[in-house]
């Protein structure tokens, strides 16, 4: 029985050293993680980790895409157009492709003409971002052949602007692979 006690004992003294580091009473700086309170975009950098990318074939679109692991892919019904969403909280990417026959405007246009800016153009490629009402988009428009073009739409919640950079860089490089 003594050793069953020496055990407690030694466990409550560990329990209490901890508590008393947690909460500074040994007048020491406490760590930083115990300090601060995680605001939203540390939190969503925290659900998102160190993610992976998933392949998924769109039939509908007619493309492989490589998607991060803590987004979910979204059933959209059939009458849905061609595009594909994949979703997680206060997060979503979307991918559209549209004709480039008898079009009016093209993506791109269309996004400048909701106020989006155009902040960097390549040689079959431009990105946009902006916002509306509730959100954040970071959008690429890739011109992928002479017929199609693709549209991603990263769409976010502002206050999530921190932790989506690593978002923004993989739609920026994102290139539909048949």
Known sequence: MAPTITIRKSLIASLMFAALTMTGCWG?????????????????????????????????????????SFLYRQELS????????FMMDDISVSFM?????????????????????LVDVGDDYSIHEGQDEKWEYYSKVINS????????????????AEAMEPLREWVHDFQPTP
């Open 28 to 68: 020491g700086q406490q760590p930083k993680a115990y300090a601060s309170q995680l605001t939203s975009s540390d939190s969503m950098s925290i659900q998102m980790g160190n993610y992976t990318l998933l392949k998924y074939h769109s039939d509908r679109l007619g493309f492989d895409i490589n998607y991060p």
């Open 97 to 117: 492709v549209d004709s480039l026959h008898n079009m009016y405007r093209t993506s791109g246009q269309t996004l400048m003409a909701m106020g989006a800016d």
């Open 145 to 160: 052949d002479s017929l199609r073009q693709v549209t991603v739409i990263l769409r976010y919640d502002p206050d999530h």
């Open 78 to 85: 059939d009458d849905a157009g061609l595009q594909e969403v």
